[in-house]
């Protein structure tokens, strides 16, 4: 079985700081996937970023990044140059290549609050 | 641009009433999902379907049903919906390999039974 851990309930950031959302995982699968997904207050899921476990560099996507530290098990988002509009709930997943069919585990997620 | 499409919004339904939340994707994918979204729990998987007509228990089946009898619509059926049931339900689809996008979810239905 996978299960994600998301530590932080609540975050707040300055506009125009940077900050690190965490996420930890664990599974028993060697190869895996894993996203961060955006979630505004009007309720659909936005796909942000995504690692595979064999990547050797960590993604990047546009002001977003997974700083990836595959023998810690964390996935840890990091945004640059917060903006108001980041101002949401993000989570964190993943789902193993293997054994675990195609099903997405969600942790429960971090609110976060870009302050001006 | 829509591509996964919940029939409602937002709902309001009574104590032992069955109920039908509804999806729709345009993209052809094999694999559709419902979740349920609950403070503090995160989301979790209640049924997912990897073809027409079939169907795999998720993590919390209990309480629901579905049915998939087009590839592009999934149906979540609360045959006897419970306070417990109130939540916001979302409903995803991907392809069979993933790809690097994950899922495309909707726009969430807020259930509210009373």
């Known amino acids: 079985a996978q299960k994600i851990t998301q530590t932080q309930p609540g975050m707040f950031v300055q506009e125009k700081e940077a900050v690190t959302l965490d996420c930890t995982y664990d599974t028993s699968d060697p190869s895996y996937g894993l996203f961060w997904y955006k979630q505004p207050s009007s309720g659909e899921m936005i796909f942000l970023i995504y690692q595979g476990s064999y990547d050797q560099q960590n993604a990047t996507e546009g002001r977003y990044s997974l700083n990836f530290q595959k023998a810690r098990k964390s996935a840890n988002l990091v945004i640059s140059a917060s903006q108001l509009g980041d101002s949401a709930m993000y989570f964190c997943?993943?789902?193993?290549?293997?054994?675990?069919?195609?099903?997405?585990?969600f942790g429960t997620g971090t609110q976060l609050k870009v302050e001006l | 641009d829509v591509k996964v499409t919940q029939s409602s919004r937002y709902l309001v339904k009574r104590t032992g009433e069955k109920v039908f939340l509804e999806c729709v994707q345009d993209?052809?994918?094999?694999?559709m999902f419902w979740y349920r979204q609950d403070p503090g729990l995160g989301l979790r998987l209640i049924y997912f379907?990897?073809?027409?007509?079939?169907?795999e228990k998720g993590d919390i089946p209990e309480g629901y049903s579905v049915s998939r009898e087009k590839k592009e619509r999934f149906s979540l059926i609360l045959e006897s919906a419970s306070t417990n049931q109130t939540s916001m339900y979302l409903c995803?689809?991907?392809?069979?390999?993933?790809?690097?996008?994950?899922?495309?979810f909707g726009s969430g239905t807020r259930l509210t039974v009373v």
């Open positions: 997943a993943m789902f193993p290549f293997t054994g675990g069919g195609n099903k997405l585990t």
């Open positions: 995803a689809s991907s392809e069979p390999d993933r790809g690097v996008y994950g899922y495309t």
């Open positions: 993209m052809d994918h094999e694999n």
């Open positions: 379907s990897y073809d027409v007509k079939m169907k």
